[in-house]
Protein backbone atom coordinates (compact mmCIF):
# COMPACT_ATOMS: atom_id res chain seq x y z
CA UNK A 1 0.00 0.00 0.00
CA UNK A 2 0.92 3.47 -0.55
CA UNK A 3 0.65 6.62 1.05
CA UNK A 4 -2.39 7.42 -1.15
CA UNK A 5 -3.84 3.92 0.01
CA UNK A 6 -3.67 4.75 3.38
CA UNK A 7 -4.75 7.90 3.14
CA UNK A 8 -8.03 6.13 1.33
CA UNK A 9 -8.17 3.53 4.28
CA UNK A 10 -8.27 6.57 6.90
CA UNK A 11 -10.67 8.68 5.52
CA UNK A 12 -13.15 5.94 5.13
CA UNK A 13 -12.65 4.66 8.38
CA UNK A 14 -12.89 8.03 10.40
CA UNK A 15 -16.56 8.55 7.90
CA UNK A 16 -17.11 5.49 9.68
CA UNK A 17 -16.74 6.34 13.12
CA UNK A 18 -18.43 9.95 12.49
CA UNK A 19 -21.61 7.84 11.57
CA UNK A 20 -21.56 5.14 14.31
CA UNK A 21 -21.04 8.31 16.80
CA UNK A 22 -23.62 10.47 14.90
CA UNK A 23 -26.23 7.46 15.11
CA UNK A 24 -25.76 6.50 18.39
CA UNK A 25 -26.26 10.23 19.97
CA UNK A 26 -29.08 9.99 17.71
CA UNK A 27 -30.63 6.32 19.23
CA UNK A 28 -30.16 8.05 22.54
CA UNK A 29 -32.12 10.89 21.75
CA UNK A 30 -35.21 9.12 19.95
CA UNK A 31 -35.16 6.63 22.90
CA UNK A 32 -35.80 9.68 25.82
CA UNK A 33 -38.26 11.84 23.21
CA UNK A 34 -40.51 7.97 23.20
CA UNK A 35 -40.14 6.93 26.21
CA UNK A 36 -41.70 10.80 27.35
CA UNK A 37 -38.92 10.55 30.40
CA UNK A 38 -38.89 13.89 33.04
CA UNK A 39 -34.93 14.16 31.59
CA UNK A 40 -35.72 14.17 27.97
CA UNK A 41 -34.76 17.94 27.99
CA UNK A 42 -31.36 17.26 29.76
CA UNK A 43 -30.58 14.32 27.80
CA UNK A 44 -31.44 16.03 24.42
CA UNK A 45 -29.29 19.24 25.66
CA UNK A 46 -26.13 17.31 26.21
CA UNK A 47 -26.37 15.22 23.43
CA UNK A 48 -26.53 18.08 21.66
CA UNK A 49 -23.78 19.53 23.01
CA UNK A 50 -21.65 15.85 22.64
CA UNK A 51 -22.12 16.50 18.85
CA UNK A 52 -21.03 19.88 18.84
CA UNK A 53 -17.85 19.04 20.72
CA UNK A 54 -17.30 15.68 18.54
CA UNK A 55 -18.53 17.91 15.28
CA UNK A 56 -15.71 20.73 16.20
CA UNK A 57 -12.59 17.98 16.80
CA UNK A 58 -13.42 16.14 13.58
CA UNK A 59 -13.80 19.41 11.77
CA UNK A 60 -10.22 20.66 13.20
CA UNK A 61 -8.62 17.39 12.86
CA UNK A 62 -10.10 17.18 8.72
CA UNK A 63 -8.04 20.34 8.15
CA UNK A 64 -5.07 19.21 9.07
CA UNK A 65 -3.66 17.01 5.92
CA UNK A 66 -0.70 14.95 6.60
CA UNK A 67 2.31 15.05 4.17
CA UNK A 68 3.14 11.92 4.51
CA UNK A 69 0.52 8.41 5.92
CA UNK A 70 0.58 8.87 10.02
CA UNK A 71 0.64 6.28 12.06
CA UNK A 72 -3.07 4.84 13.37
CA UNK A 73 -1.36 5.59 16.98
CA UNK A 74 1.24 8.15 18.01
CA UNK A 75 2.88 8.71 21.80
CA UNK A 76 3.61 12.68 21.14
CA UNK A 77 3.08 14.82 18.55
CA UNK A 78 1.64 18.23 17.65
CA UNK A 79 -1.91 18.60 18.75
CA UNK A 80 -1.87 15.06 20.89
CA UNK A 81 -1.81 17.69 24.14
CA UNK A 82 -4.98 19.38 22.72
CA UNK A 83 -6.84 16.05 20.74
CA UNK A 84 -6.54 14.43 24.75
CA UNK A 85 -8.41 17.76 26.09
CA UNK A 86 -11.05 17.39 23.72
CA UNK A 87 -11.31 13.81 24.61
CA UNK A 88 -11.76 14.31 27.83
CA UNK A 89 -14.13 16.73 27.33
CA UNK A 90 -16.02 14.49 25.54
CA UNK A 91 -15.73 11.56 27.95
CA UNK A 92 -17.17 13.85 30.76
CA UNK A 93 -20.43 14.73 28.59
CA UNK A 94 -20.59 10.80 28.18
CA UNK A 95 -20.25 10.01 31.77
CA UNK A 96 -23.35 13.48 32.44
CA UNK A 97 -24.95 11.56 29.37
CA UNK A 98 -24.89 7.95 30.80
CA UNK A 99 -26.09 9.47 34.47
CA UNK A 100 -29.70 10.87 32.61
CA UNK A 101 -29.95 7.78 29.81
CA UNK A 102 -29.38 4.06 30.01
CA UNK A 103 -29.03 4.21 26.24
CA UNK A 104 -25.80 6.21 26.50
CA UNK A 105 -23.48 3.20 27.33
CA UNK A 106 -24.00 2.19 23.26
CA UNK A 107 -21.94 5.24 22.76
CA UNK A 108 -19.33 3.54 24.72
CA UNK A 109 -17.83 1.73 21.50
CA UNK A 110 -16.67 4.53 19.18
CA UNK A 111 -15.31 6.41 22.38
CA UNK A 112 -12.78 3.11 22.26
CA UNK A 113 -11.27 3.78 19.19
CA UNK A 114 -10.94 7.33 19.53
CA UNK A 115 -9.04 6.74 23.04
CA UNK A 116 -7.16 4.22 21.38
CA UNK A 117 -6.08 6.88 18.43
CA UNK A 118 -5.65 9.75 20.43
CA UNK A 119 -3.80 8.60 23.73
CA UNK A 120 -0.74 6.62 23.99
CA UNK A 121 -1.31 3.11 24.76
CA UNK A 122 0.00 3.39 28.35
CA UNK A 123 -2.92 5.68 28.57
CA UNK A 124 -5.62 4.36 26.24
CA UNK A 125 -5.67 0.65 27.65
CA UNK A 126 -6.65 2.33 31.57
CA UNK A 127 -8.95 4.54 29.42
CA UNK A 128 -10.74 1.62 27.88
CA UNK A 129 -11.22 -0.31 31.02
CA UNK A 130 -12.91 2.78 32.41
CA UNK A 131 -15.13 3.48 30.13
CA UNK A 132 -16.19 -0.15 29.61
CA UNK A 133 -16.50 0.08 33.63
CA UNK A 134 -18.67 3.28 33.36
CA UNK A 135 -20.96 1.24 30.97
CA UNK A 136 -21.52 -1.58 32.81
CA UNK A 137 -22.40 0.61 36.28
CA UNK A 138 -24.40 2.81 34.32
CA UNK A 139 -26.24 -0.50 32.79
CA UNK A 140 -26.73 -2.02 36.69
CA UNK A 141 -27.83 1.18 38.29
CA UNK A 142 -30.55 1.61 35.35
CA UNK A 143 -31.34 -1.34 35.02
CA UNK A 144 -31.25 -2.08 39.09
CA UNK A 145 -30.19 -5.67 38.14
CA UNK A 146 -27.03 -7.60 37.03
CA UNK A 147 -27.30 -9.70 33.92
CA UNK A 148 -24.07 -11.48 32.12
CA UNK A 149 -25.05 -9.12 29.02
CA UNK A 150 -24.29 -6.48 31.17
CA UNK A 151 -20.92 -7.19 31.12
CA UNK A 152 -19.75 -9.00 28.37
CA UNK A 153 -21.44 -6.46 25.61
CA UNK A 154 -19.08 -3.73 26.79
CA UNK A 155 -16.02 -6.07 27.61
CA UNK A 156 -16.69 -7.49 24.22
CA UNK A 157 -16.92 -4.17 22.51
CA UNK A 158 -13.91 -3.00 24.14
CA UNK A 159 -11.92 -6.03 23.02
CA UNK A 160 -12.78 -5.46 19.63
CA UNK A 161 -12.24 -1.94 19.66
CA UNK A 162 -8.38 -2.95 21.01
CA UNK A 163 -7.60 -6.20 18.45
CA UNK A 164 -8.50 -3.72 15.46
CA UNK A 165 -6.54 -0.83 15.98
CA UNK A 166 -3.47 -3.11 16.89
CA UNK A 167 -4.17 -4.93 14.12
CA UNK A 168 -4.06 -2.00 11.80
CA UNK A 169 -1.34 -0.66 13.64
CA UNK A 170 0.49 -3.98 12.65
CA UNK A 171 -0.40 -3.99 9.01
CA UNK A 172 0.61 -0.54 8.59
CA UNK A 173 3.80 -1.15 10.01
CA UNK A 174 4.14 -4.04 7.69
CA UNK A 175 3.11 -2.46 4.64
CA UNK A 176 5.68 0.26 5.80
CA UNK A 177 8.67 -2.04 5.85
CA UNK A 178 7.51 -3.57 2.41
CA UNK A 179 7.44 0.28 0.95
CA UNK A 180 11.16 1.23 2.26
CA UNK A 181 11.74 -2.32 0.85
CA UNK A 182 10.64 -1.96 -2.19
CA UNK A 183 12.52 1.98 -2.89
CA UNK A 184 15.79 -0.28 -1.66
CA UNK A 185 15.28 -2.80 -4.15
CA UNK A 186 14.28 0.35 -6.80
CA UNK A 187 17.57 1.82 -6.00
CA UNK A 188 19.81 -1.77 -6.11
CA UNK A 189 18.13 -2.01 -9.23
CA UNK A 190 19.19 1.14 -10.36
CA UNK A 191 22.84 0.66 -8.99
CA UNK A 192 22.98 -3.18 -10.10
CA UNK A 193 22.14 -1.51 -13.89
CA UNK A 194 24.56 1.10 -13.06
CA UNK A 195 27.45 -1.27 -12.43
CA UNK A 196 26.79 -3.64 -15.53
CA UNK A 197 26.60 -0.32 -18.01
CA UNK A 198 30.18 0.07 -16.38
CA UNK A 199 31.40 -3.70 -16.45
CA UNK A 200 30.68 -3.80 -19.75
CA UNK A 201 32.40 -0.73 -20.88
CA UNK A 202 35.19 -1.53 -18.75
CA UNK A 203 35.30 -4.89 -20.79
CA UNK A 204 35.29 -3.35 -24.23
CA UNK A 205 37.94 -1.22 -23.35
CA UNK A 206 39.92 -3.87 -22.06
CA UNK A 207 39.39 -6.03 -25.33
CA UNK A 208 40.15 -3.05 -27.55
CA UNK A 209 43.47 -2.67 -25.35
CA UNK A 210 44.01 -6.22 -26.07
CA UNK A 211 43.57 -6.36 -29.72
CA UNK A 212 45.39 -3.14 -30.46
CA UNK A 213 48.46 -4.57 -28.63
CA UNK A 214 48.41 -7.95 -30.04
CA UNK A 215 47.70 -6.70 -33.51
CA UNK A 216 48.76 -2.80 -34.48
CA UNK A 217 51.26 -2.26 -31.81
CA UNK A 218 52.82 -6.04 -32.16
CA UNK A 219 52.53 -4.99 -36.68
CA UNK A 220 54.47 -1.63 -35.74
CA UNK A 221 56.57 -2.60 -33.86
CA UNK A 222 58.15 -5.40 -36.23
CA UNK A 223 57.96 -2.72 -39.27
CA UNK A 224 59.70 -0.80 -37.52
CA UNK A 225 62.62 -3.22 -36.52
CA UNK A 226 62.53 -4.34 -40.22
CA UNK A 227 62.60 -0.68 -41.76
CA UNK A 228 65.90 -0.44 -39.32
CA UNK A 229 67.53 -3.76 -40.76
CA UNK A 230 66.97 -2.30 -43.83
CA UNK A 231 68.63 0.89 -43.29
CA UNK A 232 71.27 -0.35 -41.44
CA UNK A 233 72.19 -2.67 -44.71
CA UNK A 234 71.70 0.18 -47.80
CA UNK A 235 74.49 2.23 -48.38
CA UNK A 236 74.29 5.66 -46.85
CA UNK A 237 73.87 7.26 -50.31
CA UNK A 238 71.61 4.94 -51.36
CA UNK A 239 67.93 6.77 -52.99
CA UNK A 240 66.08 4.22 -50.94
CA UNK A 241 67.78 5.19 -47.78
CA UNK A 242 65.66 8.77 -47.01
CA UNK A 243 62.64 6.55 -47.97
CA UNK A 244 63.26 3.82 -46.09
CA UNK A 245 64.14 5.97 -42.77
CA UNK A 246 60.62 7.93 -43.21
CA UNK A 247 58.87 4.88 -43.47
CA UNK A 248 60.94 4.05 -40.07
CA UNK A 249 59.82 6.84 -38.30
CA UNK A 250 56.44 6.59 -39.32
CA UNK A 251 56.29 3.10 -38.24
CA UNK A 252 57.87 4.73 -34.34
CA UNK A 253 55.49 7.36 -34.18
CA UNK A 254 52.27 5.15 -34.72
CA UNK A 255 53.45 2.60 -32.72
CA UNK A 256 53.84 5.58 -29.75
CA UNK A 257 50.12 6.57 -30.84
CA UNK A 258 48.86 2.71 -30.74
CA UNK A 259 50.40 2.10 -27.44
CA UNK A 260 48.99 5.28 -25.96
CA UNK A 261 45.37 4.15 -26.70
CA UNK A 262 46.38 1.00 -24.71
CA UNK A 263 47.20 2.99 -21.81
CA UNK A 264 44.40 4.92 -22.07
CA UNK A 265 41.98 2.31 -22.71
CA UNK A 266 43.67 0.21 -19.71
CA UNK A 267 41.37 -0.49 -16.77
CA UNK A 268 41.14 2.52 -14.41
CA UNK A 269 42.24 0.99 -11.28
CA UNK A 270 45.68 1.14 -12.92
CA UNK A 271 45.97 4.66 -13.77
CA UNK A 272 45.96 5.66 -10.76
CA UNK A 273 48.79 3.97 -9.25
CA UNK A 274 50.79 0.86 -9.40
CA UNK A 275 49.88 -2.77 -10.15
CA UNK A 276 50.18 -3.23 -6.37
CA UNK A 277 47.92 0.07 -5.27
CA UNK A 278 44.99 -1.10 -7.77
CA UNK A 279 45.07 -4.36 -6.06
CA UNK A 280 45.57 -3.27 -2.28
CA UNK A 281 42.46 -0.81 -3.44
CA UNK A 282 40.62 -3.92 -4.93
CA UNK A 283 40.83 -6.04 -1.24
CA UNK A 284 40.13 -2.58 0.80
CA UNK A 285 36.90 -2.35 -1.07
CA UNK A 286 35.61 -5.70 -0.91
CA UNK A 287 32.80 -6.57 1.03
CA UNK A 288 30.88 -9.47 2.42
CA UNK A 289 29.57 -10.61 5.69
CA UNK A 290 32.20 -11.49 8.18
CA UNK A 291 34.75 -11.34 5.52
CA UNK A 292 38.30 -10.05 5.84
CA UNK A 293 40.64 -9.59 2.40
CA UNK A 294 44.24 -9.08 2.47
CA UNK A 295 46.86 -8.19 0.68
CA UNK A 296 50.62 -8.73 0.22
CA UNK A 297 53.32 -8.44 -2.16
CA UNK A 298 56.53 -10.68 -1.88
CA UNK A 299 59.98 -10.34 -4.04
CA UNK A 300 61.09 -7.03 -5.38
CA UNK A 301 58.35 -5.23 -7.43
CA UNK A 302 59.71 -4.64 -11.42
CA UNK A 303 57.17 -2.87 -13.91
CA UNK A 304 55.07 -4.94 -15.60
CA UNK A 305 53.88 -4.20 -19.46
CA UNK A 306 50.52 -3.33 -19.89
CA UNK A 307 48.95 -6.86 -20.93
CA UNK A 308 50.75 -8.24 -18.16
CA UNK A 309 49.03 -5.93 -15.07
CA UNK A 310 45.40 -5.80 -16.52
CA UNK A 311 45.45 -9.71 -16.59
CA UNK A 312 47.05 -10.04 -13.14
CA UNK A 313 44.55 -7.43 -12.19
CA UNK A 314 41.31 -9.10 -14.06
CA UNK A 315 42.50 -12.27 -12.38
CA UNK A 316 42.30 -10.82 -8.98
CA UNK A 317 38.95 -9.30 -9.71
CA UNK A 318 37.38 -12.49 -10.89
CA UNK A 319 38.83 -14.71 -8.02
CA UNK A 320 37.43 -12.10 -5.62
CA UNK A 321 34.09 -12.12 -7.31
CA UNK A 322 34.49 -15.93 -6.97
CA UNK A 323 34.91 -16.16 -3.16
CA UNK A 324 32.01 -13.34 -2.64
CA UNK A 325 29.65 -14.92 -4.12
CA UNK A 326 29.70 -18.47 -3.62
CA UNK A 327 32.77 -19.67 -1.28
CA UNK A 328 30.97 -18.45 1.79
CA UNK A 329 34.65 -17.57 3.46
CA UNK A 330 35.73 -15.83 6.48
CA UNK A 331 39.23 -14.94 5.04
CA UNK A 332 41.17 -14.50 1.43
CA UNK A 333 44.33 -13.30 0.98
CA UNK A 334 45.85 -12.04 -2.55
CA UNK A 335 49.85 -12.31 -2.81
CA UNK A 336 51.46 -10.84 -5.66
CA UNK A 337 54.94 -12.30 -5.73
CA UNK A 338 58.01 -11.27 -8.47
CA UNK A 339 60.52 -13.81 -8.95
CA UNK A 340 63.57 -14.03 -11.18
CA UNK A 341 61.59 -15.46 -14.19
CA UNK A 342 57.81 -15.09 -13.30
CA UNK A 343 55.24 -12.93 -11.33
CA UNK A 344 52.89 -14.97 -9.63
CA UNK A 345 49.27 -13.83 -8.40
CA UNK A 346 47.93 -16.18 -5.58
CA UNK A 347 43.97 -15.50 -4.09
CA UNK A 348 43.39 -18.20 -1.31
CA UNK A 349 40.83 -18.19 0.79
CA UNK A 350 38.99 -20.46 3.32
CA UNK A 351 35.44 -20.81 2.26
CA UNK A 352 33.78 -24.21 1.30
CA UNK A 353 35.69 -24.79 -1.96
CA UNK A 354 34.66 -27.36 -4.54
CA UNK A 355 35.58 -30.18 -6.53
CA UNK A 356 37.67 -28.79 -9.67
CA UNK A 357 37.38 -32.05 -11.87
CA UNK A 358 33.56 -31.72 -11.25
CA UNK A 359 31.45 -29.04 -11.67
CA UNK A 360 33.08 -26.14 -10.30
CA UNK A 361 30.82 -24.09 -7.85
CA UNK A 362 33.42 -21.16 -8.87
CA UNK A 363 32.85 -21.28 -12.66
CA UNK A 364 28.68 -20.44 -12.42
CA UNK A 365 30.32 -16.71 -13.06
CA UNK A 366 30.88 -17.79 -16.43
CA UNK A 367 27.02 -18.49 -17.02
CA UNK A 368 24.33 -16.25 -17.48
CA UNK A 369 25.41 -13.35 -14.98
CA UNK A 370 27.97 -12.27 -17.21
CA UNK A 371 31.07 -13.23 -14.49
CA UNK A 372 34.69 -14.17 -16.27
CA UNK A 373 35.11 -17.73 -14.52
CA UNK A 374 38.04 -19.96 -14.67
CA UNK A 375 37.90 -20.63 -18.42
CA UNK A 376 38.36 -16.79 -18.81
CA UNK A 377 41.14 -16.90 -16.77
CA UNK A 378 42.86 -19.47 -18.35
CA UNK A 379 42.21 -17.57 -21.73
CA UNK A 380 43.64 -14.39 -20.44
CA UNK A 381 46.60 -16.49 -18.84
CA UNK A 382 47.10 -18.81 -21.58
CA UNK A 383 47.30 -15.95 -24.20
CA UNK A 384 50.45 -14.01 -22.60
CA UNK A 385 52.12 -17.58 -22.27
CA UNK A 386 51.84 -18.21 -18.80
CA UNK A 387 49.71 -21.00 -16.83
CA UNK A 388 46.65 -21.09 -13.86
CA UNK A 389 46.07 -23.33 -11.73
CA UNK A 390 43.20 -24.29 -9.19
CA UNK A 391 43.34 -26.28 -5.94
CA UNK A 392 40.54 -27.03 -4.02
CA UNK A 393 38.23 -29.57 -2.08
CA UNK A 394 34.98 -29.23 -0.93
CA UNK A 395 35.63 -27.93 2.82
CA UNK A 396 38.95 -26.90 2.10
CA UNK A 397 39.04 -23.57 0.54
CA UNK A 398 40.47 -22.33 -2.87
CA UNK A 399 43.48 -21.35 -3.74
CA UNK A 400 43.65 -19.73 -7.59
CA UNK A 401 47.36 -19.25 -8.71
CA UNK A 402 48.11 -16.98 -12.06
CA UNK A 403 51.89 -17.48 -13.45
CA UNK A 404 53.50 -15.48 -15.85
CA UNK A 405 57.07 -15.19 -17.25
CA UNK A 406 58.78 -11.79 -17.32
CA UNK A 407 59.43 -10.55 -20.75
CA UNK A 408 62.97 -10.09 -20.55
CA UNK A 409 63.05 -13.94 -19.33
CA UNK A 410 61.30 -14.53 -22.92
CA UNK A 411 63.43 -11.92 -24.57
CA UNK A 412 66.84 -13.35 -23.81
CA UNK A 413 65.20 -17.20 -24.52
CA UNK A 414 64.25 -15.81 -27.92
CA UNK A 415 67.61 -14.59 -28.22
Same mark, same amino acid.
Given at each position: ???????????????????????????????????????????????? /?? #????? =?? %? !??? &?? $???????? *????????????????????????????????????????????????????? /?? #????? =?? %? !??? &?? $???????? *??????????????????????????????????????????????????????? #?????????????????????????????????????????????????????????????????????????????????????????????????????????????????????????????????????????????????????????????????????????????????????????????????????????????????????
Amino acid at each position: MDSRSHTHVTAALRLCLHALLAGLLALVVVRAVSEGAADTAAVVAVTL /LT #AALYA =AG %A !ARS &SS $VQPKAPAR *PRTSVQPGTRAGAWWLGGLWVLWAALLVLSPDALWVAFPLYFLQLHFLPMRWA /LP #AVVVT =AA %A !AIT &SF $VVHRQEIE *PGAFIGPLIGAAVAVATVLGYDALFRESERRRELIVELVATRADLAEAERTAGTL #AERERLAREIHDTLAQGLSSIQLLLRAAERSLPGNAPATPHVRAAREAAQANLAEARSFVRALTPPDLEHGSLAAALERLCARTTAPELTVRFAVSGTPVELPTPYEVALLRTAQSALANTVRHAEARRAEITLSFMDTSVALDVVDDGRGFDPSGAPVHERGTGGDGGFGLPAMRARAGSLGGALSVESAPGQGTAVALTLPLPDTEAERAA
